[in-house]
């Protein structure tokens, strides 16, 4: 009863003429869909999303705008908490990934684990697992909207946007990037604080539904998630 909130699938058009109805047939009925006529798919597309959806949301009035990805569980009760936590005033909040000066970064190629040498400094920038903007990061972003630059992949973009914003606020909570064990290379120990968990199948967000509505330990023996 702390917060309300308005949730929002941001999507794109698919090739899949099956996918495509069964999308808009949601968005009819629900209203909780919406579209941009952008292709999906990694990189530049991804980072074009975003921005529509800034665009798109610019004359609303949020507190935060969170945006997360679809291969992730988030605990929401959790997040509230943490978001409630903190004073949302030029605030960029996430899991931080990158944090190199300019000074430093400025004559060098930036070398991007995923994306190689894309991008002439790497700035600070939140994993796209989620992350939160506070409203008034958002409106100016809204307010420039399609002109602002896509310099790289999604979360790099929306790193280099906030670089725009004077004086922001960078908060970083490791428990917004948590994995299943062993997922893509990355262990990490199991936490029952734990806020959002990444890279997980749908069968592993439905078994974590259920842990969580049943009211079941995440972890055993600290380790790992008992499913």
């Known amino acids: 009863g702390c917060c309300s909130s308005q949730a929002y699938l941001r999507t794109v058009q698919y090739d899949n003429p099956e996918l495509e109805r069964s999308v808009r047939q949601e968005a009819k009925e629900e209203g909780d869909i919406v579209q941009f006529p952008i292709a999906d798919g990694r990189g530049m597309p991804m980072a074009g999303k975003t921005l529509e959806f800034i665009t798109w949301i610019g004359p609303a009035n949020f507190t935060w705008v969170v945006k997360c990805d679809d291969d992730t569980y988030v605990h929401v ?11 949302p005033r030029k605030t960029y909040f996430g899991y931080q990934l990158s944090s190199p000066t300019w000074a430093d970064g ?18 600070t920038y939140m994993s796209g697992s989620l992350y939160a903007l506070s409203w008034d990061v958002v409106r100016p972003f809204s307010l420039v909207g399609r002109e602002m630059a896509i310099v790289g992949h999604e979360d790099l973009t929306v790193g280099l946007w906030a670089l725009a914003i ?25 936490t029952e604080d734990v806020i959002v968990q990444h890279y997980l199948s749908p069968a592993q967000i439905l078994a974590m539904h259920a842990l969580e509505v049943n009211g079941t330990a995440f972890c055993k023996d600290n380790l790992t998630f008992n499913f």
Do not use: N
């Open 106 to 123: 400025m004559k060098e190629m930036y070398d991007h684990p995923y994306y190689g040498k894309r991008c002439v400094v790497a700035p």
């Open 166 to 190: 004077y004086q922001l606020k960078y908060i970083s909570d490791e428990r917004i990037h948590a994995f299943l064990p062993g997922a893509r290379g990355h262990p990490i120990q199991c």
């Open 77 to 87: 009760h959790r997040l509230f908490e943490r978001l409630l936590s903190v004073t």
